[in-house]
T-cell receptor, first 115, second 111 residues
Framework: DTEVTQTPKHLVMGMTNKKSLKCEQHMGHRAMYWYKQKAKKPPELMFVYSYEKLSINESVPSRFSPECPNSSLLNLHLHALQPEDSALYLC??????????????FGPGTRLTVL | QKEVEQNSGPLSVPEGAIASLNCTYSDRGSQSFFWYRQYSGKSPELIMFIYSNGDKEDGRFTAQLNKASQYVSLLIRDSQPSDSATYLCAALTGGGNKLTFGTGTQLKVEL
């Protein structure tokens, strides 16, 4: 199984809502990532979990809260978002062996619209 | 200076031709380099990765790395209309977990 899955595929939420994005992989990877991608821009790294511990937070606003319940699951909790947070949210995973290689595989993404 | 730079294109090539996509990077500590293909509205798909100087071939794709010149390229032989997409170059930095992307090159393969 070489797949990263994400749910939901689409999400529309109001600025006062609380919602969560979910990501799952069964490749035995020990690093998992959240990226944000706006239209016609490259993915921007938000968070990195390595062995279930948060290792990188790219100064993301606190209205985004990541969680890694176990080595296969990654959540992104959303609260009080702004319309400018509307984007494609991508999850990725990798072996986390560091150095050479360590290729990241992306899930299909969640298209988020904040009204 | 951006860490990873690509020409945004569009790069137009006729069907059956070789498409050449280029990328430069500024961080000499970058260890590995990746090419992702992204169709409109879809997520990035890994095409190739390379971490040693020289060429690496996989089917119609060849990745080239020149660390002295801080230059990475992707050649696509016998280009097909289905190759039309945005190609993202990425460098692995920050101890091995931080992937920094270029802005992507849009490739159009014309019939």
């Amino acid at each position: 199984d070489t797949e990263v899955t994400q749910t939901p595929k689409h999400l529309v939420m109001g600025m006062t809502n609380k919602k969560s994005l979910k990501c799952e992989q069964h490749m035995g990877h020990r690093a998992m990532y959240w990226y944000k991608q706006k239209a016609k821009k490259p993915p921007e790294l938000m968070f990195v979990y390595s062995y279930e511990k948060l290792s990188i937070n790219e100064s993301v606003p606190s209205r985004f809260s990541p969680e890694c319940p176990n080595s296969s699951l990654l959540n992104l909790h959303l609260h009080a978002l702004q319309p400018e947070d509307s984007a494609l949210y991508l999850c990725a995973s990798s072996q986390d062996r560091g150095g050479a290689g360590n290729e990241q595989f992306f899930g299909p993404g969640t298209r988020l619209t904040v009204l | 200076q951006k860490e990873v730079e690509q020409n945004s294109g569009p790069l137009s090539v006729p069907e059956g031709a070789i498409a050449s996509l280029n990328c430069t990077y500024s961080d000499r500590g970058s260890q590995s380099f990746f090419w992702y293909r992204q169709y409109s509205g879809k997520s990035p798909e890994l095409i190739m990765f390379i971490y040693s100087n020289g060429d690496k071939e996989d089917g119609r794709f060849t990745a080239q790395l020149n660390k002295a010149s801080q230059y990475v390229s992707l050649l696509i032989r016998d280009s097909q209309p289905s190759d039309s997409a945005t190609y993202l170059c990425a460098a692995l930095t920050g101890g091995g977990n931080k992937l920094t992307f270029g802005t992507g090159t849009q490739l159009k393969v014309e019939l």
